[in-house]
Structures are given as C-alpha cells and as structure tokens.
C-alpha cells in the first residue's frame, strides 16, 4: 500500500514537472494498474474497468483539478500536435450534416475542396446522433485523460457548456482562425461558451415538427395550423408521433405547449412540462423517443409527425413531408464545431475551422443542408451561388420568423445535469 | 540427501534386487507421470482462469465499487448497490423475463412441428430444410432485425393483412401492441423480433435429438394401438425431451439478455434490463458498477431458473 502512494506521489510530481512525458508515464501507469488488478490477459470488457481505474489517478496527476471539485472551469488538455507531419483532421458530426455531390454519394464537395486548398484530408464519420449518445461515447476517454481519436467534432450548444465547464475542450488558437473576426455579431459571444474561446459555429438552425402529410391526413395548409399540443394529444395521432429524447429539445416544445418561455423558466414550469410530457409517453401518444434517427420513420409513414431539425426536413425531396413551425412557437439552436481535450491534429482541425468560416464555404454548405451561416459576407456570396436561397426562411430567416423562435435558457452544470436525469426518466 | 534416507532407500532397492540408480531412474519417471496431468490440463486451466474466473471476478468487484466516472471508481465493496438497482429498475429485470418466457414459449410452439416434420417427414428435402433453418444466420443479425421495421411498418402489406382480418384490434385489445392500425414499437414486436432471431437455436437441437429416434419405435406404438397423439406423447415426446430442453435454454438464456430487439422495434414502454446494463456502462448512465451490479443479478437469476428448470425437466444429461 505504502509503495502504491509513493509511486503515485512520485508519479504526481513529475507530470506537474515534466509535461512533455505525461503520456509515456500515463502509458506506463496504465500497464501498472493492469498488473496490479491482476488481470494478466483478461477480456476486453476488463480493459474497460481497468481504463477507468487508472483514470481517477491520472486525472488527478495533471494537476488540473478538473471536475465537479474545483470552482473555475480548466481548459482542456493539449495532446502532442501531429498537424505538421500527419496531414489529416479527424472530424465527427451528425448525419445530414454536409453536402454531398448529387452524382457521386461518397463525395463531399466541402471536404474535397478544403484537401484542395491545404492537403490536409478529413476523415469525416456521422457518429453523432444525439449530444447525450455522443458524450456517453467519449467521455471514459476524455476522464482518463486520453486522446479521444477525434480532432474536431460538432456539438450543440449546451453540450459545449457542458464539456466547457468540465474541462474537456481546447482553447482555439486565434492566430490559426483569422477569418474568425468575421462572426455575426450576435453568434460572438453566447452564453455557454463566452466570447467562443472553444468553438465556431458550423450551424444555427430551428427544431420544429416534421409532418408527413398522407399518414396525418392533412392538407399542407392545414398543417400549418398544428400545435405541439395537438401532436401530443389529439387521438387521431396517437402512436404516430416521434419525440424527441435530448432534455434540450425534448423539454423546450414541453415548456412552449404549458405556455412557459424555455428562455426564462422556473423550476415548476420545467417539472410541469416533464409532467406534460409523461403524460403523452403514458397515453401511448408518443411513439418513440429520438436522436437524429427519426427520418426514416417520418418518410416511410410510421410518423404522422415528429420533432424535427429544420433542415433535416428541407433536405428530404418529397412533397408529402413538410416543416411546419408549431402555433405555440419553435426553438433555436446552434451546432459548434469543438477541439476535445488530448487531440493530436489540433492545429490541422483550426485550419479546417477558418476555412468553414469563409463566407462562400459556408454559403455553399447552408445552401445544401438549409441551416443558417454564421460568418458576415454569406448572403453576399449566397447571391451568385443560389440566389433562391435568399428567400428561404429556413437559411436566411426574416424578422417574423426569428421572433417564433426560442432560446433555451443556459445552466449551470449541476441543473443541467438534474435536468436531464430527470427528463430520462420519462424518455427511458 | 541425509544419510537416514539413503539408507532407505538402499534397503529398498535391496530387498526386490535393483540396483540404487535404477530405482532412482524409476523414481523421475514417476514424478514426471505426476506432474504430467497438470501439464495437459494447464491449457485448460489457462483458459478458464483467462476467460471465466477473472471476468466473473472483475464483473463482481466492479459491482460492488463507489465513484463516478470524472473522479474514478473505488472498491468500496458497497453490496447496497444490488439494493439500488434493484429497487430502480426490477421493473426492466422483470420485463426481460417475461418477453424472454414468451421467446422460449413461442420458439418451441413453433419449433416443435418444425423439426418434427423435417427429422420424419421431409425425407430428401431434409438437409435442404436445415440449410434454410441455418440460412439466415448469414446475414447480419443487426441486418436482420432493422428488416423487421421494414416489415411490420405501418404502410406494409403485413399491418395492411392484419387490419383487413381485424388482427391489430385484437393484439392492441389484449394490450400487446398500443393502437389498432399499427404494430411496431410495440410489446408485440419485440417478442415477434426475439422469435424470429431465436427460432434456430430452438430448431436445432430439437431436430438433433428427433433426428436420432428409431422411426421403427414408432410402428411399434402403431402396432400396440397406440394413436398418433399416444405415440407423440409416450414414445417421441420423451425421447426429444434432451433437445428441448436444451433447444429451450439456448433460447431463454440469451434471450434475457437480448436487447437489440428492444432497442429496434420497441418503443419507450419495451425498456429491457440488457438497456439499462448498456447506458449503464458505456451509455448516458455512467454508473458502471451499477451496471455490474445489475449484470450479476441477472446472471444469478437467470442461473437459478435454469437450475430450477433443469431439475424438473429432469435430465441430468444437460447438467
């Protein structure tokens, strides 16, 4: 025992000194505490144990104080930068997400574009299917203080407050973004990550519902005229409606349907919408619970209607599904690309981020997946790209419809945490 | 050596006539032809130390640890955590028995005319039946299932045969599925999902212990004025009785902790335990030792009614 904590301190001591070898010494400590659970060759299912074992110390060796414990949120761990030698940026995003060449699936003209321009390749994987799913993924990594395999990943807005506030993100270097001074004012500096030390924006969208027309057996004029409170309890719909399970989004159409504002809400008000919410689950109203997985199930017509992102539903080419923003209003939100802590191509992932940045880049990409860019000059670029676009309220909305749109109020880690225990329980 | 063994052991060689250096020769041999069972059996041994008794010792400590996942996991040997997860999701454990029983039940209702008639009726077509019993195994059982969505969804010809023979009411008025015009996310077709996924593990061991029966056993029942059922009952029914009931366990054991199936076609009310272990562990729950916790529970219930079932079926053969 006393042989353990001595190492342990010796240990502690020369990753505070020597920073550089932190990951040998992790390596190395890893095979330590392996031995010492006297696990020899065991099952991978062991490894995982033992991984998380070794994570408290690690953790701990850095100095970092990360975690609940510590008052001020640190900033995430840099692993060794490969950029210079390994030209490539591994990036995870959600599905629908990017454009793709309408002659050639495998092809993304954004990413090939961007190899063109700086020979660094993206290695692009759709793993993202729900900020919850996502996080449960990567986190026993980023506890243990390891390289998550990923350099870039895009996550919505109260995610990135969350891994902010836990220490797990790596502050952007300014020097490698300079087109990063071109942010719309009003995307500069949000709540959960102030003046976006961590984050650029890849997309501002709404979450709205998606109806298929022919299994609600509505007109595209009467589906306008819908409300959360008809998908959640009108019998005509019951079991065709799809929901969905991030406490966000999940919550905030509970909030809009009790008449609450999900910008400013009480605690009352969030156990009424939960309420609201279990009462359609138990009704047998809702039919399932969600990540970004719903739109086979919309299209194919086991929903007569959903949550949806709005331009998931603007993508899809068929007359009998459409967007509708609900009577008692939708919700907004931003997706942001992030650094996790320990990756190892963080300078390469930067450059990627200010080429995103770039407003015909971006104009080009909001114009195939119908969200909203954030850079000032895309509207410009808009113009000789799609002028269409310019009309269309999902890509560049007017007034009225940003006034129907809601933010979702910013917590702290602790709520959100409670919050979100909570509404699993009604999602299951 | 002191000198009082050597003595021994000259007396020894004296008295049948060897010499001292044969009967120390003899004696290697001997602790060689001692040691050499330990030798033989070390692969064995290696293995069951590799891959039962150190996980089954990893998945019992873990289940018995303090911490969280920013901070780490400590053994705290807190045997509360069986309390806990007991009291928070014994509705799950029990759901995962009753869809796994209904799997077993409807496996073996289906399995049993099935190998019947391909181990006595099929005659040539036989290894041509077995082959298309085995065949889907070839695909993906991930493949498998989300073709079941496909299948069972609301606009497919098999909801539409259904509705038109008043089925769907039928189903959602015994509550195993939720409203009249559709099936998925259902009760309903998660079990159907299981049965489909498990039939051949029913299939097959029944057919092997049928395949087996002398079909002159059967003329004999006939020559005693036996009737068809009589034969079935007295003479088929016990010989096959070691294939179903291990046709039967193959299916229950894994079926409880199935929960692909659950995930795919169920909805939010089919939530199994095999879920709650998966967000648990490496999902949005985060508590491993609760998931631990939970494996262990799972796996000592379901031990103890496969013992209890093995005791009544009756045949030691299994065990």
């Known amino acids: 025992m006393n042989d353990i904590s001595r190492d342990r301190e010796q240990f502690l001591e020369a990753a505070a000194r020597y920073p550089e070898a932190f990951k040998r010494q992790l390596g190395s400590a890893s095979r330590r505490g392996f031995l010492a659970a006297g696990v020899g060759l065991g099952a991978a299912g062991l490894l995982g144990a033992c991984a998380t074992k070794t994570a408290h110390s690690s953790a701990g060796s850095a100095g970092s104080g990360s975690g609940s414990s510590s008052a001020a949120p640190s900033e995430g761990k840099e692993g060794a930068d490969k950029s210079d030698t390994e030209k490539i940026v591994n990036f995870s995003n959600w599905v629908s997400y990017i454009d793709v060449d309408p002659n050639d699936k495998n092809k993304r003209p954004t990413l090939d574009n961007f190899k063109a ?19 449960a993924k990567i986190h026993q990594q980023l506890a243990a203080g390891q390289d998550t395999g990923r350099d870039l990943m895009v996550l919505s807005d109260w995610m990135i407050g969350k891994l902010r506030q836990m220490g797990y ?180 992932a930067e450059k990627f981020m200010n080429y995103m940045l770039e407003p015909k880049v971006g104009a080009a990409l909001d114009d195939y997946i119908s969200y909203i860019p954030s850079m000032q000059g895309a509207d410009t670029a808009m113009k000789t790209i799609d002028p269409n676009a310019l009309q269309n309220q999902l890509i560049f909305p007017d007034a009225a419809t940003k006034a129907k749109a809601h933010e979702f109020q910013n917590l702290d880690l602790k709520t959100l945490d409670k919050y979100v225990s909570q509404f699993k329980d009604v999602t299951g | 050596m002191s000198a009082p063994a050597l003595a021994d052991e000259a007396a020894e060689a004296l008295a049948d006539g060897t010499t001292v250096a044969e009967l120390r020769a003899d004696k290697r041999v001997r602790r060689r032809r001692a040691t050499l069972p330990y ?4 692969p064995g041994i290696i293995w069951l130390v590799v891959f039962f008794i150190v996980p089954m010792w990893s998945i019992v400590s873990t289940s018995v640890e303090t911490g969280d996942m920013d901070t780490g996991f400590v053994l705290s040997w807190r ?21 796994s029983l209904m799997c077993t039940v409807f496996c073996l209702i289906l399995a049993l005319p099935l190998a019947y008639f391909i181990a006595f009726k099929a005659g040539r077509w036989k290894n041509l039946l077995m082959a298309l019993v085995v065949a889907p195994f070839f695909t993906s059982y991930l493949i498998r299932t989300l073709a079941w969505k496909t299948i069972l969804a609301d606009d497919g010809w098999v909801v539409h045969a259904m509705n038109t023979l008043h089925i769907t009411p039928l189903l959602s008025g015994m509550g195993w599925t939720y409203s009249d015009n559709s099936v998925l996310q259902t009760p309903f077709s998660v079990v159907c999902g299981m049965v489909y996924n498990f039939l051949p593990f029913t299939v097959l061991p029944i057919y092997t212990a049928m ?109």
């Open chain 1, 117 to 135: 321009e700086t020979g660094i390749t993206v290695d692009y994987t759709e793993d993202v299917n729900s900020n919850d799913d996502f996080f």
């Open chain 2, 211 to 319: 395949e087996k029966i002398d079909p002159r056993l059967h003329e004999a029942g006939q020559d005693l004025y036996a009737s068809a059922w009589a034969t079935f009952r007295k003479v088929t029914f016990p010989l096959a009785l070691p294939g179903i009931v291990g046709g039967t366990l193959l299916t229950f054991i894994p079926a409880v902790g199935d929960y692909t199936n659950a995930v795919m076609l169920g909805g939010p009310k089919t939530k199994v335990i095999g879920t709650v272990i998966e967000q648990q562990m490496i999902g949005t729950g985060g508590n491993i030792p609760y998931g631990a916790a939970l494996s262990v529970l799972l796996m000592v219930g379901t031990l103890v009614i496969t013992l209890a079932y093995i005791k009544r079926a009756g045949t030691e053969e299994i065990v």
């Open chain 1, 169 to 348: 993100l790596e502050p952007l270097n300014l020097a490698n973004i300079p087109n990063f001074k071109d942010l719309l004012p009003d995307t500069a500096n949000p709540a959960y990550d102030p003046n976006r030390k961590h984050t650029v924006p890849w997309a501002l969208g709404f979450t709205l519902m998606g109806v298929n027309l022919k299994s609600a057996g509505l007109t595209k004029d009467q589906a306008q005229q819908l409300s959360i409170k008809d998908m959640m309890t009108d019998a005509k719909y019951k079991g065709k409606v799809g929901y969905f399970a991030e406490m966000e989004d999940g919550v905030g159409f509970g909030l809009l349907a009790t008449g609450a504002d999900p910008a400013k809400f009480t605690d009352d008000q969030f156990n009424a919408a939960v309420a609201y919410i279990q009462k359609a689950r138990d009704n047998n109203q809702i039919r399932q619970f969600t990540g970004n997985d719903y739109i086979n199930d919309l299209t194919n017509g086991n929903y007569a209607m959903c949550m949806a992102y709005s331009g998931d539903i603007a993508q899809i080419d068929d007359p009998n599904i459409v967007w509708v923003v609900p009577t008692e209003g939708m919700l907004w939100f931003t997706d942001n690309m992030c650094i996790p802590a320990m990756a190892s191509h963080k300078t390469n």
């Open chain 2, 79 to 99: 045997w509360a955590n069986f309390g806990d997860v007991w009291s928070q999701w014994h509705q799950q454990i029990i759901r995962s028995l009753e869809y």
């Open chain 2, 39 to 42: 030798v033989l059996l070390a």
